[in-house]
């Protein structure tokens, strides 16, 4: 496979001749970082544009936090400003499988990435997949030891609430009103589990976590996808002890999910993986590793008209049902389109 060196050469050199470049060809020249970062600046400033407060926090693709990419690197000042916090999966447990130690060298990489939200005052919301109680009980250790939060899921679905360790970890009575204040959270995608909306709601009532990040919809029994109403996240942010928490959106900025109210079936009609002649520039193809995930062109227009910027797009839905803030998945669609 050619490096990302010598595709660009190749497009100078078609550039010199006067040759028009192919668009596989044109995205390789593009700094796929810096569009992400201007994508998440750009998704802070109009949610704060509402709601000064509001949380941003992306998860993975901490590479972005320096200028260069590069662990120890010189910070990068806009995109650190645009941010609340940072997540990260896989850190001590689950890089290579659940429940299996994440590989040193792939922790320490992270870590230094890591040290530099730390050293700006950004808080680290770090997600182990593990269940075996003492992988669970190191996972606390370690993170806590690094100053940083966390939550162990006994799996990658995220469709639980653990029943280990309880009480909740660093459990306590605070109201929690600025992610900082934070001490745990729960990270709970998919509801499956739940038969109901107000089992789900219920069950979630019933926890002392001070930061719940949930899908911003409901998905019942009979695979149909409703919002949750604001009257759903204000009882979400009184924990069982009577304090208040937080509650987080999570939102896929990377990836297009066919299960999603945006979703048009003509987009990929004959389900072979990859976007009809029909569908919008931005759609690529499904990711292999994820059923009904497409890479998209998140630097589009037309992509980022969808997740914000209008009273019809994603943010604004989530910050009118009165969440917190907002957890950003596919922050690392850059290493797609760099590969």
Not at 70 to 81: K, M
Not at 147 to 161: D, H
Not at 236 to 262: C, D, F, H, P
Not at 279 to 299: F, I
Request: charged share 25%.
């Amino acid at each position: 496979m050619r490096s990302i060196y010598s595709h660009i050469l190749y497009g100078l050199l078609l550039f010199a001749a006067g040759i028009a470049l192919p668009v596989h060809a044109e995205d390789v020249a593009r700094n796929y970082k810096q569009l992400m970062r201007e994508f998440v600046q750009k998704i802070s400033r109009y949610a704060r544009s509402w709601d000064p407060e509001f949380i941003v926090i992306p998860q993975n693709g901490n590479e972005l936090l320096t200028a260069d990419g590069r662990p120890g690197g010189a910070s990068s000042p806009d995109y650190i400003r645009a941010i609340s916090g940072i997540g990260q999966e896989d850190l001590f447990y689950g890089y290579k499988r659940e429940n299996r130690a994440t590989p040193k060298k792939e922790s320490e990489y992270l870590l230094n990435l890591l040290h530099t939200a730390r050293a700006n005052n950004i808080q680290v919301l770090a997600t182990d997949y593990c269940r075996h109680h003492r992988k669970v009980d190191d996972s606390y250790r370690k993170n806590s030891e690094q100053g940083f939060i966390s939550f162990a899921a006994p799996n990658r679905e995220l469709k639980i609430i653990p029943d280990y360790p309880s009480p909740v970890f660093s459990e306590n009575n605070l109201d929690i009103t600025e992610l900082s204040e934070a001490r745990n959270f729960l990270y709970l995608l998919n509801p499956e589990e739940f038969e109901t909306k107000d089992d789900f709601l219920q069950s979630l009532g019933e926890t002392n976590y001070d930061c719940l990040i949930i899908d911003a919809f409901f998905h019942d029994s009979s695979g149909n996808s409703h919002w949750l109403k604001s009257r759903d996240v204000a009882l979400l942010k009184t924990k069982k002890n009577g304090s208040s928490r937080l509650v987080i959106a999570y939102m896929s900025i990377g990836e297009a999910e066919t299960y999603r109210y945006y979703w048009h079936e003509s987009w990929d009609k004959n389900g072979d993986g990859r976007a009809d002649p029909g569908a919008p520039d931005w759609l690529t193809e499904e990711n292999p590793d994820w059923e009904g995930n497409y890479k998209v062109r998140y630097w589009h227009p037309g992509w980022q008209s969808i997740i914000y910027g209008n009273d019809n797009s994603y943010l604004k839905s989530i910050i009118d049902r009165g969440f917190d803030g907002v957890y950003l998945d596919i922050i690392d669609a850059f290493d797609y389109f760099e590969e």
